[in-house]
């Protein structure tokens, strides 16, 4: 089993910036990937960006490219979102995922572990 643990949500002003992290652990696994999924109020989850973990490789939606950065750790099997010039539509809860396979799928059902999600507001 895998667990994920998110950290770092909380509340910023728009043009703020902000980091969350996302801590893997429970078992070893090499070509895997792992993403940044969101949902804002009243709306469905979507997807932020991922890396794979084993050339990090990156992908980012339209919506964040130019703002938001991912990053792995492998000292410590983490993976970190930068958030940088946040807006208001930027709130939303966060969520870590993980995918046994490396891919950058935008599609949730693809991916095999999920953390409990970490609030982000950001105020105009």
């Known amino acids: 089993q895998v667990q994920l643990v998110e950290s770092g949500g909380g509340l910023v002003q728009a043009g703020g910036s902000l980091r969350l992290s996302c801590a893997a652990s429970?078992?070893?696994?090499?070509?895997?990937?792992m993403a940044w999924f969101r949902q804002p109020p009243g709306k469905e989850r979507e997807y932020v960006t991922s890396?794979?973990?084993?050339?990090?490789?990156?992908n980012y939606a339209d919506l964040v490219k130019g703002r938001f950065t991912i990053s792995r750790d492998n000292a410590k099997n983490a993976v970190d979102l930068q958030m940088n010039s946040l807006k208001p539509e930027d709130t939303a809860v966060y969520y870590c995922?993980?995918?046994?396979?490396?891919?950058?799928?935008?599609?949730?059902?693809?991916?095999?572990?999920w953390g409990q999600g970490t609030q982000v507001t950001v105020s105009s």
């Open positions: 890396i794979s973990w084993s050339d990090g490789y990156t």
């Open positions: 995922a993980l995918s046994l396979v490396a891919h950058h799928s935008p599609w949730d059902r693809d991916y095999d572990y």
């Open positions: 429970g078992r070893t696994f090499s070509n895997y990937a």
